[in-house]
């Protein structure tokens, strides 16, 4: 019997072919881990192309878990220990593994032809390459087939349970419990019994085999983390999404209507919607970008709370249309799930180049409320105040996720709804309570510039309304210069003053010394804890996180000052950096990274010192 060693958290990579069930096996232990009590973060990455030839570096998939008995807010740098059922997934994943790391090898795939489709020209099983790693060679094809010979089933379908045989090996490696995958094999697999039989088998065969084997020196134990009270579940960032618009529908007392054209990775939101039409969803599949956002707008002008969700392209083909919904003052969460670019760029990748988009993509003066998620259980939040902010202010808000948010998954504490997501105070008109002689349908409230939400077709307050310009006193069709300069500054004041109905930002760390970070969006966890880990040194740096970016809380200008130096990392090359100078002139530097891929806290790190040893050099 192996050795038991404590430790605090383990990062673990599964990593083979798209048809090898990486995710689903990175799913299962995350669900397991979660459910034994750890902390977790997930980062699926998986190849755009769906069918990329079997056995390339193309056609790899990956599933990264990071789960320990501490807090957990990324994925992880470097892996602890990598599972690769091929050639090609070792040769992608091998620089992220830790010098010393555990590599679990599949041999049965390393033959001469699959060798060369990975593009090795020496098999590194018998080169030095591997050196300094503890290596776990199994045949796993062989030994699952062998598990199963007596299991009436055919060969293909015997080979396919090979990921639930590596499973059983790394939760015996990791003392995780199988009860929670063995039912849910159980209910997937509920109509086909030999099927039921055969993954349960492999599962228990590759625990089995693990026990036997004198490479396992040592099995690792890593015990609950100490979390705040309440009832959890695993949510991914899509879901987390979805479900915040349902609770702000709720709250709005409002139905809520998609309109939506799939595209990767905003696609789940769409499928989650779907499926809750008993709480009045509507979900609609347009056959494009166009007409997905035309729909909203008209559900939105019929009284829905009004959602379309899409990712960069998409966005980009939205833009007339969220001119038009700007024109009219009315309410409509635009969701943008970014994703690597330009043009179709890297579809599963991650990226947080539409900050540009968002703010500037339309044509003329053309102002939206825009906020930005900071991770998968803060969707939910972002998502209702998205929803909030659109119907209360009267005019369209854009709801920036990213692939890496919106596909990870974290534990996510339930909250009280009826206590902070109770009430959302929409500009609905009742037709019974207004004075529809002396009524204007663009009449404004005079502190805010929001106007009345009048349901056009509403007796007595039927009213024309279009993308053309509008009288400020009448809303009819206005060609007047002077005109026109008011309504540009009423829309712009309109959502500047929503400042007023946001909190104020909260400084991670002191209010004032050498280096402050200001991070937006997915990158939150890895520069928390780079922020956390110089913190730990007696470094001067603190955090500024914006989750609400147009317009931002009124204190930030403030909270700039207090610093010597301002440094913002993004996974672009450069955005709200430059917006960031442009209003407040603090010389903000940057960092930046577009390999479709997170940051690693290491890199920030190296960064913020480096930041940090200029400002001590001045």
Known sequence: MADQTEIESVVIRFSGDSGDGMQLTGTQFSNTSAIMGNDIATFPDYPAEIRAPKGTVAGVSGYQIHFGSREIFTPGDAAD?????????????????????????????FSDSALAKAGYESNPLETDELEGYQLIKVPVDSQTLEALKDIDLATKSKKRCKNFYALGMTYFLYHREMDTTLDWIEQKFSNDPALLEANQTAMKAGANFAETL??????????????????????????????????????????????SYPITPASDILHELSKYKEFGVKTFQAEDEIAAICTSIGAGLTGSLAITTSSGPGIALKGE?????????????????????????????????????????????SPLIIVAASRPNDCFHMAYEASRLALEHMT?????????????????????????????????????????ENWSWIKRDPQTHVRDWAIPGMAGLEHRIGGLEK????????????????????????????????????????????????????????????TRALQKEGKKVSLMHLRYINPMPSNVADIIKN??????????????????NARFACNAISFNKVEGLPFKISELTEAFTNALSEVQNV
């Open 214 to 259: 004198e490479e396992v020196v040592s099995t690792y134990k890593v015990s609950s983390a100490k979390v705040e009270p309440g009832k959890y579940r695993q949510i991914n960032g899509n879901t987390s999404t979805a479900w915040g618009f349902i609770r702000a529908s709720q709250a709005a007392k409002l139905p809520l209507f998609l309109g």
């Open 321 to 365: 249309a969220i001119g038009l919904a700007i024109s009219y003052e009315m309410p409509l969460v635009i969701v943008n799930v970014q994703r690597g670019g330009p043009s179709t760029g890297l579809p599963t990748k991650t990226e947080q180049s539409d900050l540009y988009q968002a703010f500037y993509g339309r044509n003329g003066d």
């Open 471 to 530: 009288d400020f006193d009448t809303g009819n069709i206005s060609y007047d210069p002077s005109n026109h300069q008011k309504m540009c500054t009423v829309r712009e004041e309109k959502v500047a003053k929503v400042a007023d109905n946001i909190p104020l930002e909260e400084v991670k760390g002191d209010e004032s010394g050498d280096l402050l970070v200001i991070s937006w969006g997915g990158t939150y966890g890895s520069v928390e804890m780079a």
């Open 563 to 580: 610093f010597k130096k301002v440094i913002v990392p993004e996974l672009n090359m450069g955005q709200l950096v430059h917006i960031i």
């Open 396 to 436: 369209p808000v854009m709801l920036l996720t990213d692939g890496y948010v919106a596909n990870g998954t974290e534990p996510w504490k339930i909250p009280d709804v009826d206590a902070h997501y109770a009430n959302i105070n929409h500009k609905m008109l009742d037709p019974k309570q207004v004075d529809t």
């Open 81 to 109: 220990m990598l599972v690769a059922f091929n050639p090609a997934a070792l040769k992608v994943n091998l620089k992220d593994l830790k010098k010393g790391g555990i590599i679990l090898l599949n041999i049965d795939a």
